[in-house]
């Protein structure tokens, strides 16, 4: 039987800040590698960045090692940093708060797409394995006195280090943290510990909020007394679409092959997102604060665009086909058909996207009121795109068919993500083609805009979720297309041809809260004109367009 000679806990914290830094760390100095020289200067810039992580590690360690705590603490940071080396390894993604976020508020289904033997592997040789060693090994502790005494010099010591070193290589260091912040978000356990504490925080600040209502002065314009019949405006938020891969974009694969022959649609060129991950681009493009202006704790006391609607006297519905609408859609009717049980259009605990066009027939004959209706796609959700659409829908081979993006070519991702998008192009084309067949009888119109974009291995990221400031543009850069039949055009006095001119003009999702409402003829103090992107496209516009002609 293994018996372990047993040891003194500053050696245990010493051993453990080393294995922490060099066996859950390789992403960071596969990146400090990359950014360093492989001279004289850059190997001392290395070793010095090493020593100070050391350190640092080793006196947070050192402040825990006491009987109850030791054991179970580096049990629990083995466990999890196994986990967050494995996502951080595989996929390329940075973990800082919204990352953590994204992970929170995430469902079984996404979870169990990300599951693999590969994290197994990783979660047993380096969570299971070193804990197991660590319990087997006794630890000699002094008298509480001794020890606290022991615990005061090795501090004082491991300072000394990180003092030391930042003295000798300041102008170095001081360069490479200041031009690389990504850093910081590479260090494990670091960066989970302080992205989980930033999200906490973010809850206790949004739970001591008060709930703040917008738009109370709400109210549809005069102009709706002119319409003559009911009106549908469905809004699809899309899932991990960027606007590169859209064959109607300018993509050079045909993606959209349905969405071209489309009469009337209009593709907008130059479209940005307000987050790169679900969990804030999906709230903040519903709020009316704007990127640069949006709070995560705030919009969670705050009302949105759904709810200055629904007070409008619209009648406004949520149906949603992936992890919920994040708040937005607290207040409104809510259909969620992703779990439902059609032989068909659901397998595997998941329902592809044609689930949320199931019904609508039926639903357009008995419309009574004016609507809106929100369908919230699973769209080109990662990693497992081939999970996304029916195999008929394959149109470029071979296909990556494992989660495990990194063990399959780049090829194969884009081809399996580009198979997401034909089948997206099918999912909004039938959609349109459903309302335009009903426009004798009930003006409809159709918005898109993709919730965030996606990465397929440029600068070897992969999926989403990288820090706003550090992603590329294919998590930011997404699609946004409309169409509007002939009769909302008449109704809602909407140039198309305006519009087409326009698709190059820069936008953002800052414009959805403002250009639905000035869409929708809702009259209030929290629209604002400059950020409709429909404004100068409608009325008065509009009329002058006409006489004109």
Known sequence: MLKMKAVRPEWVTLIASTFLLTAFNLVLWQHLFEITTADGKGIVMRVAFGAMILAAFNIVLTLLA????????????????????????????????????????????????????????????????????????????????????????????????????????????????????????????????????????????????????????????????????KSLTVLVVGESARAENFGILGYNRDTTPKLNKEAGLIAFTDVHSCGTETAVSVPCMFSNMGRQDYDASKAKNEEGLLDVLKRAGLDVIWRDNQSGCKGTCNRVTIEDVSDLKDPVLCANSECRDEILLQGLQQFIDKLDKDTVLVLHQMGSHGPEYFKRYPKEYERFTPVCESNALNNCSRESIVNGYDNTLVYTDHVLSTLIDLLRSNQDKVDTAMMYLSDHGESLGEFNLFLHGTPYMLAPEQQKHVAMLAWFSDSYQKSFSVDTHCLEQGRDKPLSQDNLFHSMLGLLEVDSKVYDPQLDMFAGCRGAAINGVLAKK
């Open 66 to 229: 006491f009987r109850p705590v030791m054991k179970p603490v580096l049990t629990l940071l083995f466990m999890v940093s196994a986990g967050v080396a494995y996502f951080m390894s595989q996929y390329g993604v940075l973990i800082d708060a919204g990352m953590f976020r994204n992970f929170a508020e995430t469902n079984a289904t996404e979870v169990r797409d990300l599951l693999s033997i590969k994290l197994l592997v990783y979660i047993v040789l380096l969570g299971v394995l070193p804990s197991w060693l660590l319990w087997k090994t006794p630890i000699n502790y002094r008298r509480w006195h001794r020890e606290l005494l022991s615990k005061v010099l090795v501090s004082i010591a491991s300072a000394a280090v990180i003092g030391g070193v930042a003295l000798i290589n300041y102008q170095g260091l001081s360069s490479l943290f200041r031009n690389h912040h990504e850093l910081r978000l590479m260090v494990v356990p670091s960066n989970y510990i302080g992205a989980s504490f930033g999200y906490l925080r973010e809850q206790v600040v949004s739970a001591q909020q008060p709930f703040v209502k917008i738009g109370e002065d709400a109210q549809r314009n005069p102009a709706w007394q002119t319409h003559a019949r």
